[in-house]
Every structure is written in C-alpha cells, then in structure tokens.
C-alpha cells in the first residue's frame, strides 16, 4: 500500500510507534567519539573531526536500525510522508554545516557551539511529528547546555560540548524507549 492511499493521521501514527532509537544511538557514538578526540588533538585538527563524526549521523543510524527493528531501508514496508519529513529535517540540519564551516575555520572553538545547536534543532519537527515532548526536550535542553557550556569553558569547548550532548542523548534514548515500550504495551 503506497503513501497516497493512507491517511497522514494513519501515517503519523505508523512513524509515532517506530522505536526512535536508531538516530539517537548513532548520535551519541559520534558527538562521544568527538568528546574522546577532544581531549588529545588540537582544535584546528577538531573542527575537522566534528565535522567529520556528525556528518556521518545519518548513515550510522541507518545501519543501526537493522539492529533496532526499525530498518530504515526496509523496501517491503510501505513508504511513510513522516520518515520522508524525518529525512528532509535531518538533510536541513546537515545544511548548516554551510554556516558553521567558515565561522570554524575562522576561529575553531565556535564548530561545536554552531553544529551542536544547529543541528540539534531537527528534534523539533521529529517531537511535532510523534506528538511527544522527547524531541522537544532534546532541542531545548540541547541549545541552552551548549550555550552555557560554551561559554564556561572556552578552553574544553570539544570536550564538554560533546558530554551535554551525549548525556542529553542518553536522557532521549531512555524516554524513546520508554515510550515505545508503553505503546507496545497498550
């Protein structure tokens, strides 16, 4: 049954039951490999690492959700406009990276202030599309963490940056599966 002959409310619904772990595991293994370099290499040689390790978010995910059961490449499940939407936000935050590569060239201590909020304000769309608080809270908390942070400590931005984040993620993972766990069971 393709896209066009179920409903967006139906749709919605199929994208909401997803589990939702893919994306985020495979965000926290990238900003925790970008924290662990943090603490060894120089932030010139970090712009390039962060760059690097966030870009390839979306292809982690996609591999990590065979693990998950959610297999975003699973051509025998009907196509869905919402993991379409998903896609286009994700392609949306990668977009940024046109900002925040000449401000870090320019002074490298800003990638992770400009990748870490840029980027994370695709939960946004994900929290409206699943009608749950999870993606809002990854966004919100994320902005104000990587903010504050930056400005306490300029010279560890690589470092703790990536930290909030992981743990930030970390919260998202246990709400994700909670939530999933509970419509399961409904």
Request: hydrophobic share 60%; proline share 4%.
């Amino acid at each position: 049954m393709s896209s066009s002959e179920r409903s967006l409310e139906v749709q919605r619904a199929e994208f909401a039951a997803a589990r939702g772990l893919a994306m985020p595991l495979a965000g926290t293994l990238a900003w925790a490999g970008v924290g662990i370099a943090g603490c060894f290499l120089p932030a010139t040689t970090m712009l390039w690492v962060l760059v690097i390790a966030t870009g390839m978010i979306a292809y982690l995910g996609m591999g990590l959700s065979k693990l998950t059961g959610e297999d975003f490449l699973d051509k025998t499940r009907p196509k869905n406009v919402f993991q379409n939407l998903f896609f286009v936000a994700m392609a949306q935050a990668l977009l940024v990276y046109a900002i925040a590569i000449p401000f870090g060239i320019a002074d490298p201590t800003a990638m992770p202030l400009g990748v870490g909020i840029l980027t994370g304000s695709m939960w946004m769309v994900y929290s409206w599309v699943i009608q749950h608080w999870v993606g809002y809270f990854h966004a919100i908390a994320r902005t104000v963490a990587v903010l504050v942070l930056w400005y306490a400590f300029p010279e560890h931005r690589y470092v703790a940056i990536p930290a909030a984040i992981v743990v930030i993620y970390a919260v998202t993972i246990a709400v994700q599966e909670s939530r999933w766990r509970a419509l399961r069971a409904a």
